[in-house]
């Protein structure tokens, strides 16, 4: 196993041995820094509940307190998602794969809900009376969001991360794990932070920490950094309360500010003397002489704009040539997240140092002053454009990675952002050198310059600084470089002489011979981190290749930490100080914040998209619609439902605020029927994945761990919607107004809460899980998996579900689904029970029943559900039969009109014909290949003079019979019911289809039944539950599309859609399921030992076992038969008629068979040394055996079910 070691460092294991005394080094973070959070949520709880009954004035003085609080809130959990997708889920990777993919996606969700809550914080505070209520309402909502999207985060983290990093990573590597955590937070922080984190840990642990910690690090210079951070701190910078009344103005503007009067923090033992102090009087004054030291600031904006040129010019290539290979990908994605940590942090430090300075500056200078607030709102369009960005790569990487034609389109909204963002940014940074920077220069002396120049590189973390610095040094000249290293080393203090001299070394690395290749090419990640970085050994193992988008990055010849602070931009996305409306927000900002995932770039920017590339050359391989899609397309109506659910919670809870009057009982009952079905939809589509689509990915060797933390989500999901429900049963159930109030915005809480979960959840399935059937799974095994979804599915939840699903679909995305479940389902007769059951999905134009053959075509392939207006019937007169899905199917006016030729090939199209059931299909080709004589005697008859028509068939009469006549029980001897059906074919009235057809000399087909007559009045009626005139229920259960009636107490029956027929059962899902492959319902027990058969006829009594209402079992060998055919042919065969393999364990009777031909000399002793070569029917293999009259065994299985050759 590689440890995790930083470069040049002694072997861990043997400087650090821990004992049993001492904790694992990562509790410092999975359980103490965990605790701290939970703590603080639980505080901030009980903050805004005081809110929501506070009066006014005292309301204003809490939404001051929760805005300092929640800043504080996001910059601690901001460290927290850093240290983890910088350094805890790559350096966890390389040891068990396939488990963080789903945590980067929360952490970006995270992120939006706290720049979403700190908004309304900002408008809450400008507002009064009934708006401000109105605010707090959806506050006291967003708040419940975050807190239940942190508290569900956290539990993963510990329920599946922690245990893995305790097995897989020794006390050494989890202490280096606790370092690079140090190293990504902000420098100007990590005090204050640690100062509210001591309180908690034992002193104990905390010696035994650093003791661990400053084991593991080889360089000096790091090593004196950490010391100093982990020494105890004489006095703490956190109030009573555990939390900074202004976390980031304290240790941005006031604690970094020199000062005269304070003493200097003793030196630690080795410290190194302050380079200030070092350097001659003379050159101190030669450095007074040279450029204004905020030209460091300048230097940062060329290394920006020049990166972000190269951006927008790598995606246009990506558009011009076609190419979309995922390392290009994931390059580009590594780029905008270091671009966009850096930009976020400069922002923040301009926002508390550069702006508030100018602005102090410009007093009386109206131009000046306004020049700084267009900064102040540029500042966050910027903030939104590279976040966008962001999003929008990544919707490319996984849309190309599962073939996805909207990928081209995304490409030139990627191109239109990355386009823009250059642009606003870099117009941003021009106005700032021209109007800001010189106000700043003409009034500060070169000392105020450096000390903001220095407290500008103290507010981003270390781990960032060390690929920043040779970034920007990189673009210097030899005396610009210099320049910039003397400034620096002026304007530290004693104390950080540590931090400028490893400032200093990465800085010297961007004029290294290495980096002199990649030099002029904006491309960031050829400065990795090797002292603040994971340790070589750890990013060079051989590792199994990631399957994760996020982990390509790591697998494409990237550092293992590319995406350096892809996730600690909160810090500097904190809203300084702004109180605007979101009406009144930049345009990007306002789009991000509404829902930045279910809009486009484009949508966002106002602009319009460019032209979609043309998607095989595009993509590297052919656009196509995959059946599994439509399966994650369920998300699209999970969200809409989501939000409706939510609206409604809100406008009930609006309601009963303003009315001292009870609300209509009907309101309440709608709204938790509508929470009902959504908790059905949602716990069928999550029992599919749990109990298929996660095993089927886990069956890949490349995919193992993979879906873990989304069976986490469904456990914690579906807690959410209980709790939802036992507060829907305590509405419904109370009889006080005051409670009812109560527990209404306890329900629009909870149901927000509910969508944040549900909606993060499914936008990390379609980001890493969609993906990966495209490049894991051919379509074929697609097909498979959606037929066995759909096969556990009932026919009443497909039929309330389509409709559902579909109706948050564009036309071709209906059309693209209906195909494919018609494809997954092309052996059943799931297409008729469409027909039956389902509207179509858009109104079928008006014909007439002689519409030639391609109008027909045209309306079947603009429609998929719309199916031939009149069934398919047996029979002379019955309705022609229509061209559906480019099958012919002549009805017998066609037929009529054929010569033998047309004949022939229409016979060959209809064998052709999938869709039709065997038994169907032979009746239908023995009457088209009939059909001359039948057309030549019908000529006769009309041509016979006086000749009488044709009696129709007259109904037999209508009377009871019985099931059960000594008890009076009405029905036949099939089934106990009280209707009769008239058979449409002959329209005689029988008790059933089985009674018709053991009488008649042909088949009723049930599903065409319209009419039946009740045994209890006679009336003759339209097919119902009940009789209408007697109002009779006329059995326990029925079916519409069977027209079945059953009155048999006790007997579980359920419609199959895929056999189309009624089934004995409890249901699909239940205890049943359709196979696909067998089209035949079975246990769900034996689906997954069953052999996939064709269910055909019976090989005893030939009856077609499909429909035969009769139990039949099946062989071993995967053949079916009639239970009561089986046990009579068992009496004299025991090998299948079939394929002749044994059809039960024949153990017992191969042992008689050995005792009889083993005894000695019952061969004439010609034969006694013969061989005999034989072939074994069981385990079909070839042999030589010994020579015997009748029986031969097999040498391989031992089975005398053999023949010889």
């Not at 209890?1016 to 119902?1024: E, I, K």
Request: with cysteine.
């Amino acid at each position: 196993m590689a440890k995790v070691c930083l470069p040049g460092a002694v072997d861990c294991s043997r400087s650090l041995a821990p004992t049993l005394q001492s904790p694992p080094p990562i509790n410092f973070f999975y359980e103490h820094f965990h605790n701290s959070i939970r703590t603080e949520l639980d505080s901030l709880s009980r903050t805004v509940a005081k809110l929501t009954s506070a009066p006014e004035g005292v309301a204003a003085d809490l939404l001051h307190v929760l805005q300092n609080r929640y800043k504080f809130l996001e910059q601690v959990y901001t460290y927290h998602s850093s240290v983890e997708d910088e350094v805890v889920y790559p350096a966890l990777d390389c040891k068990v794969r396939n488990v963080t993919s789903a945590y980067t996606v929360e952490h970006e969700h995270e992120g939006g809900l706290f720049e979403e809550l700190t908004q309304l914080l900002s408008v809450a505070l400008k507002q009064e009376g009934k708006q401000r209520a109105a605010t707090i309402r959806q506050l006291d909502c967003k708040v419940e969001e975050i807190h239940t999207t942190l508290r569900k985060h956290l539990a993963k983290e510990e329920g599946q991360l922690l245990p893995l990093l305790l097995e897989h990573f020794t006390h050494a590597e989890q202490a280096e794990l606790v370092a690079q955590f140090l190293c990504c937070i902000p420098l100007a922080a990590v005090d204050a932070f640690l100062s509210w984190l001591r309180p908690i840990v034992p002193d104990q642990e905390q010696e035994q920490l650093r003791t661990q910690v400053c084991s593991v690090i080889p360089d000096k210079l790091l090593l004196q950094l950490i010391k100093t951070w982990l020494s105890p701190s004489a006095g703490s910078v956190i109030e009573a309360g555990g939390w900074p009344c202004n976390w980031r103005s304290s240790h941005v503007s006031k604690d970094l500010r020199p000062r005269a009067d304070a003493p200097a923090r003793p030196p630690t033992p080795g410290q190194l003397p302050s380079p200030q102090d070092s350097l001659p009087q003379q050159q101190q004054q030669q450095q007074q002489q040279q450029r204004p030291p905020l030209q460091g600031i300048r230097y940062l904006h060329e290394a920006i704009r020049s990166a972000l040129g190269s951006f927008a010019d790598e995606a246009r290539s990506l558009r011009a040539n076609g190419s979309m290979e995922p390392q290009t990908l994931s390059a580009l994605v590594d780029r905008q997240r270091f671009l966009r940590s850096v930009c976020h942090f400069h922002i923040a430090s301009e926002e508390d140092l550069l702006l508030p300075a100018a602005r102090e500056l410009s007093i009386g200078d109206e131009f000046g002053t306004e020049q700084c607030h267009t900064c102040h709102d540029e500042h966050n369009n910027e903030a939104a454009l590279l976040e966008n960005l962001g999003r929008l790569l990544n919707e490319v990487k996984a849309s190309s990675r599962r073939g996805a034609k909207e990928a081209s389109e995304l490409v030139g909204e990627l191109v239109d952002c990355a386009t823009a963002a250059h642009a606003a940014i870099s117009d941003h940074m021009s106005r700032e050198e021209l109007e800001v920077l010189p106000v700043l220069m003409k009034h500060l002396g070169a000392a105020e310059q450096r000390t903001m120049m220095w407290r500008s590189l103290r507010a981003m973390p270390l781990r960032l600084l060390e690929r920043v610095m040779p970034w920007v040094a990189g673009k210097l000249s030899e005396a610009e470089e210099a320049e910039l290293l003397d400034n620096m080393r002026l304007a530290a203090p004693s104390m950080d002489a540590a931090l400028v001299e490893l400032l200093c070394m990465w800085a010297r690395r961007g004029r290294a011979p290495l980096s002199a290749s990649v030099k002029g090419h904006d491309d960031p990640s050829q400065f990795s981190n090797q002292t603040c970085g994971p340790a070589h050994p750890i990013s060079s193992q051989a590792a199994p290749k990631p399957c994760s988008s996020r982990l390509e990055s790591r697998s494409s010849g990237m550092p293992a930490t590319a995406g350096v602070h892809s996730n600690s931009t909160s810090l500097a996305g904190c809203k300084r100080g702004s109180c605007e409306e979101p009406s009144e927000c930049p345009v990007a900002k306002q789009a991000r914040t509404e829902n930045a995932h279910d809009k486009t770039g484009s949508q966002q920017l106002g602009q319009a998209p460019l032209a979609p590339l043309p998607g095989p050359r595009f993509l590297g391989r052919t656009v196509q619609v995959n059946p599994i899609d439509h399966i994650f397309q369920f998300h699209k109506a999970l969200r809409r439902d989501l939000r409706v659910l939510e609206k409604e919670a809100g406008s009930y809870g609006a309601l009963l605020a303003d009315t001292e009057t009870w609300p209509a009982p009907d309101l309440l009952k709608q709204l938790e029927g509508r929470f009902h079905f959504l908790w059905g939809i949602y716990r069928a589509h999550s029992e599919a994945e749990d109990a298929i689509v996660f095993p089927a990915l886990e069956s890949k060797e490349a995919l193992h761990n993979v879906s873990h933390a989304y069976t986490l989500d469904h456990l914690q999901e579906e807690q959410l919607f209980r709790d939802v429900h036992q507060v829907l049963a305590r509405m419904r159930g109370t009889r006080s107004l005051a409670e009812l109030r109560d527990f209404a915005g306890q329900l629009q809480r909870m149901c927000a809460a509910m969508r944040a979960a549900l909606e993060v959840h499914v936008r990390a399935e379609e980001q890493e899980l969609w993906p990966l059937f495209a490049e894991h799974f051919t379509k074929q095994e697609q097909e498979d998996l959606v037929g066995v979804i759909i096969g556990r599915t009932g026919a009443e939840a497909l039929q309330s579900m389509l409709p559902w699903v579909t109706g948050s679909f564009t036309m071709d995305e209906r059309m693209a689904m209906v195909d494919s479940l018609r494809s997954a389902t092309k052996n059943t007769s799931f297409e008729r029970w469409l027909e039956a059951t389902m509207q179509p999905l858009q109104p079928a134009p008006s014909s007439s029943p002689s519409r030639v053959e391609g109008e027909a075509e045209t309306e079947a392939a603009c429609n998929a559900h719309n199916m031939p207006e009149a069934p398919e019937t047996s029979g002379a007169g019955a309705a022609p039969m229509n061209n559906v899905n480019g099958v012919f199917r002549p009805g017998w006016e066609d037929i009529f009109r054929m010569n033998q030729k047309q004949l022939e090939v229409a016979a060959r199209r209809m064998w052709a014909d999938e869709s039709l059931e065997p038994q169907r299909k032979a009746y239908l080709l023995h009457g088209l290949m009939a059909s001359s004589y039948i057309v030549a005697q019908q000529r006769v008859q009309q041509q016979l003079p006086g000749t009488p028509p044709a009696p129709l068939p007259q109904p037999c009469p209508v009377g009871i019979t019985y099931h059960d006549a000594v008890r009076g029980i009405p029905g036949c001897a099939h089934y106990k019911r009280g209707a009769k059906l008239v058979a449409p074919c002959c329209k005689r009235v029988y008790t059933c289809r089985h009674c018709h057809d053991e009488a008649e000399d042909h088949r009723m087909e049930q599903l065409e039944v319209e009419e039946m007559v009740c045994m209890y009045c006679g009336t003759r009626q339209p097919c119902a539950a009940e009789c209408h005139q007697c109002q009779k229920q006329l059995g326990r259960y029925y079916c519409h599309i069977c027209h079945l009636h059953d009155d048999e107490e006790g007997r579980s029956i359920y419609h199959c859609p895929f056999c189309n027929l009624c089934r004995l059962g409890r249901g699909l899902g239940i205890d049943m399921c359709h196979c696909m492959h067998c089209n035949a319902c079975m246990h769900l027990s034996e689906f997954g030992k069953h052999k996939c058969r064709d269910l055909s006829a019976c090989p005893v009594c030939t009856e077609y076992l499909f429909d035969s209402n009769l139990p039949f079992r099946e062989l071993p060998c995967g053949h079916f038969m009639h239970s009561h055919c089986f046990a009579q042919y068992s009496n004299y065969n025991y090998t299948c008629p079939i394929c002749s393999k044994s059809i039960g364990d024949m153990t017992v009777y191969f042992s008689m068979i050995e005792s009889l031909t083993s005894r000695p000399n019952d061969l004439p002793a010609e034969y006694a040394n013969r061989k005999q070569a034989i072939l074994c029917n069981d385990c079909e293999r070839k042999g030589e055996t010994t020579f015997h009259f009748v029986y031969h065994k097999c040498p391989h299985c031992s089975s005398y079910n053999t023949r010889i050759l």
